[in-house]
């Protein structure tokens, strides 16, 4: 079974930016299309972007398009989400979903 984990998440202020990596246990990782969603205080889940297998095909929710942008290194078996422009309500626990599988998240804390 895939596993996924995911790291960079920290506090950072507002306009300031993170790199989140989600890195598969295995090489089926390249086979999958991978989802990064998110989960803010007190929020529901949210998805925030998606990747094809490939990495040729990506989708982002409106609430984080032209700030955020997901791509990804099969041969490191790894996706990334480059997040510019933070806000206030980018906060939250961010997790990659891939394979049937979920990781652990990695907070993201947008704070002044």
């Known amino acids: 079974e895939l596993q996924l984990v995911e790291s960079g998440g920290d506090l950072v202020q507002p306009g300031g930016s993170l790199r989140l990596s989600c890195t598969g246990s295995?090489?089926?990782?390249?086979?999958?299309?991978i989802n990064w969603v998110r989960q803010g205080p007190g929020k529901n889940s949210e998805w925030v972007s998606t990747?094809?297998?490939?990495?040729?095909?990506?989708t982002y929710a409106d609430a984080v398009l032209g700030r955020f942008t997901v791509s990804r290194d099969n041969d490191k078996r790894t996706v990334y989400l480059q997040m510019n422009n933070l806000k206030f309500e980018d906060t939250g626990v961010y997790y990659c979903?891939?394979?049937?599988?979920r990781g652990q998240g990695t907070q993201v804390t947008v704070s002044s």
């Open positions: 979903e891939g394979g049937g599988s």
């Open positions: 295995d090489t089926s990782f390249s086979d999958y299309l």
């Open positions: 990747i094809t297998s490939g990495g040729i095909g990506t």
